[in-house]
């Protein structure tokens, strides 16, 4: 049965640079499934330039037209920006891939109920210390926006476990250096494509 692994994280926690190092794998003999794996593009009413993420830029009209189409399979909206998943990820589960998305935390439960068992979450995990020294390094934003965000998402992380959803997540720690995590979630791809 193919799987949505929908992919969630804190801003910072390495999200997209892991979904860059899984790519870079793909069709090799570390990734194991890569043959019945799909990497998800994000569809972003933000610049294509923007960020490190590979995801396609739309205005807002093109966005909302595309919704009302009932074009994405996913969307949501966070940090001002709107998000979405095409609903091409359905058309590549029924073809037997699994698929790999870069998900919102908490927009979570939601994915959960469209996708039900098929949908399998996975957090990437940082400390709090190594997530501030990162953000700090990052430049985007003053020292008391970080410590307003970082006090946003232990917030959020705490509503979100207290409601179930994150205690089903595998987790990946990504505390020491980025290929350490994309071999983390290489390995638990590996596992999902193995017959039990």
Not at 26 to 53: F, H, K
Not at 82 to 93: C, F, N, S
Not at 107 to 136: F, H
Not at 155 to 165: D, H, L, T, V
Request: hydrophobic share 35%.
């Amino acid at each position: 049965m193919s799987k949505v692994i929908y992919l969630i994280g804190a801003s910072g926690s390495g999200k997209d640079s892991v979904l860059a190092g899984v790519r870079q794998w793909l069709n090799t003999e570390v990734l194991r499934p890569s043959p019945n794996l799909m990497i998800a593009n994000r569809y972003i009413c933000r610049d294509w330039q923007s960020g490190n993420e590979n995801h396609i830029q739309l205005s807002e009209a093109e966005f909302q037209r595309r919704q009302q189409l009932g074009f994405f399979s996913l969307d949501w909206q966070a940090n001002g920006l709107r998000y979405g998943i095409g609903k091409e990820i359905d058309l590549w589960l029924e073809k037997g891939q699994n698929v790999l998305v870069n998900g919102s935390r908490e927009y979570l439960p939601t994915a959960m109920t469209i996708y039900g068992k098929d949908l399998v979450p996975v957090l990437i995990k940082v400390e709090t210390d190594i997530l501030r020294q990162r953000l700090i390094s990052r430049g985007r934003e003053s020292l008391p926006d970080i410590e307003a965000r970082l006090t946003r998402t232990q917030q959020q992380f705490a509503s979100s476990k207290a409601k179930g959803p994150l205690d089903q997540c595998h987790v990946i720690n990504n505390n020491t250096n980025i290929d350490d995590a994309v071999l983390q979630l290489i390995s638990y791809l590996n596992s999902l494509s193995t017959p039990s």
